[in-house]
């Protein structure tokens, strides 16, 4: 395998991994103010990483429909954020804090519940840097090795704070800080499987890049505007959720620019 393509492949899990490992390192339950600021830093990453990695990349590749280069961006961003609505509402979840699970009625255990909704807003981190590196492996889009990089370092980084928020809370649920290293990490697992998925099927993907590329951008904003910004703005008022927000923002801009 192409290493750049292993790196694309392995960085965004190694982050989930070590994110988890925080659990064999602090106490069971995180502070609600360094919540917060993880679920902020994480949410700017993802919405960088929305504009800077997907949606500008999908412009270009549709800059030869002149005034209509917006349509295939439009038509992708919107089947994302349905994509994520169907599936929000279909998979059995539970975040973390509330009170009342979602999607269809399951009897499943609190802890896998959690876990599904941590590897529902993988879903689109996994489909995003998939279609990126199909399209720098295809040689016909202007992404280059950076760039994908880039967006695998992005969602690596932003994959720290969410492993640890999912292990955490599990060990001090009751769980063994093994297994809730376990569920974690397998929380991220879907990463992985959505670039290979994705790269296998890069012949048929390029010629609907600028879609897909939009489509990954609106499923990633819908997991910011409804799970990640109301977890940081949970409980006292507090500005370290915006803070950290606008850090993660400017960190994936920067990776960004700089390497691609």
């Not at 339950?29 to 994480?42: C, D, M, T, V, W």
């Not at 609505?85 to 979840?93: A, C, M, Q, R």
């Not at 840097?129 to 889009?141: D, I, K, N, Q």
């Not at 967006?151 to 980084?157: H, S």
């Amino acid at each position: 395998m192409n290493p750049k393509v292993l790196m694309g492949l392995l960085f965004p899990l190694l982050g989930t991994t070590l994110g988890s490992g925080c659990v064999f390192l602090l106490k069971n339950e995180l502070n609600p103010k360094i919540q917060r600021a993880l679920s902020g830093f994480a949410g700017g990453v993802m919405v960088a990483a929305s504009i800077w990695s997907l949606i500008i990349p999908a412009m270009d590749q549709s800059a030869d429909m002149g005034k209509w280069s917006f349509l295939p961006v439009f038509i992708g961003f919107w089947c994302g954020i349905i994509f994520l609505l169907i599936l929000d509402s279909v998979i059995p979840h539970l975040h973390i804090h509330a009170e009342k699970a979602e999607g269809v009625k399951a009897r499943l255990k609190m802890s896998t519940m959690m876990v599904l909704a941590v590897t529902l807003h993988n879903i689109p981190e996994g489909m995003a840097v998939g279609v990126v590196y199909a399209g720098f492996l295809s040689g016909h889009t202007t992404i280059s090795a950076g760039a994908a990089l880039a967006l695998a370092l992005g969602v690596a980084i932003q994959n720290f704070p969410e492993g640890a928020i999912i292990s955490m809370p599990l060990a001090a649920e009751g769980k063994s800080k093994g297994k809730a290293f376990l569920y974690g990490v397998l929380s991220g697992i879907v990463e992985p499987i959505g670039v290979i998925l994705t790269i296998l099927a890069t012949s048929f993907i390029v010629p609907a890049l600028p879609y897909l590329l939009a489509f990954a951008a609106g499923a990633m904003i819908y997991v910011v505007v409804e799970e990640l910004i109301p977890e940081m703005s949970r409980g006292e008022h507090s500005n370290v959720g915006v803070i950290m927000f606008s850090a993660g923002f400017t960190l994936m801009m920067v990776l960004d620019v700089a390497l691609g």
